[in-house]
């Protein structure tokens, strides 16, 4: 079955830095679209930045382009989210999600259980 | 970008009733129109897609119609497990954009 298992999330202060990991198992990762997608505590759903199977195509949120930047190594079924210049307005949990189809698909299928940032100093 | 408004944000119901959800988009999404199910400290879960096809696994009861810019999610006999906080989502253009979410509370 479908698994996504993201790691890399922990307290980091203001201006800092993570790089958050999600672990791909269970379909053809190569095949398929991937997104990044937020919760802030309480809140609701939040699209971050998306990557195109072959990786040919990414999408941000303004919220966060310039800061991250998503990517992904399909010989090792992983998909990575590389968090810079963090701020206190960035704590959430963050899911990783598997689209529905390939190409530019905001369909999410499958939800990673998340792994949560806290920005804080 | 396009602005998802879900109404009521709260709807107190009982087992049993029949719970009629809405999402309103700023602009026409045409079919693209998502609704996910989240319970507390799990991720969502997806319902139904492109406004009316029930994704692998999810019971009849959840059925889904709209088009354009006005959505209805409708679960016909609320079960017990129902009771969550449901989420539609527009995935016809980027940035995809979620509604605030409407919260089935047990009455």
């Known amino acids: 079955q479908v698994q996504l298992m993201e790691s890399g999330g922990g307290v980091v202060q203001p201006g800092g830095s993570l790089r958050l990991s999600c672990a791909a198992s269970?379909?053809?990762?190569?095949?398929?679209?991937m997104q990044w997608v937020r919760q802030a505590p309480g809140k609701g759903l939040e699209s971050v930045a998306f990557?195109?199977?072959?990786?040919?195509?990414?999408f941000y949120a303004d919220s966060v382009k310039g800061r991250f930047i998503i990517s992904r190594d399909n010989s090792k079924n992983t998909l990575y989210l590389q968090m810079n210049s963090l701020r206190p307005e960035d704590t959430a949990m963050y899911y990783c999600?598997?689209?529905?189809?390939?190409?530019?698909?905001?369909?999410?299928?499958?939800w990673g259980q998340g792994t949560l940032v806290t920005v804080s100093s | 970008e396009i602005v998802l408004t879900q109404s009521p944000a709260t709807l107190s119901l009982s087992p049993g009733e029949r719970a009629t959800l809405s999402c309103r988009a700023s602009?026409?999404?045409?079919?693209?129109l998502v609704w996910y199910q989240q319970k507390p400290g799990q991720a969502p879960r997806l319902l139904i897609y492109?406004?009316?096809n029930r994704a692998t696994g999810i019971p009849a009861r959840f059925s889904g119609s709209g088009s354009g810019t006005d959505f209805t999610l409708t679960i016909s006999s609320l079960e017990p497990e129902d009771f969550a906080v449901y989420y539609c989502?527009?995935?016809?253009?980027?940035?995809?954009?979620f509604g605030q979410g409407t919260k089935v509370e047990i009455k």
């Open positions: 999600a598997k689209s529905f189809y390939s190409g530019n698909s905001g369909l999410i299928h499958y």
């Open positions: 269970g379909f053809s990762f190569n095949d398929y679209g």
């Open positions: 990557i195109r199977h072959d990786g040919s195509t990414i």
């Open positions: 602009q026409s999404v045409s079919s693209y």
């Open positions: 492109d406004a009316s």
């Open positions: 989502q527009q995935r016809s253009n980027w940035l995809w954009t």
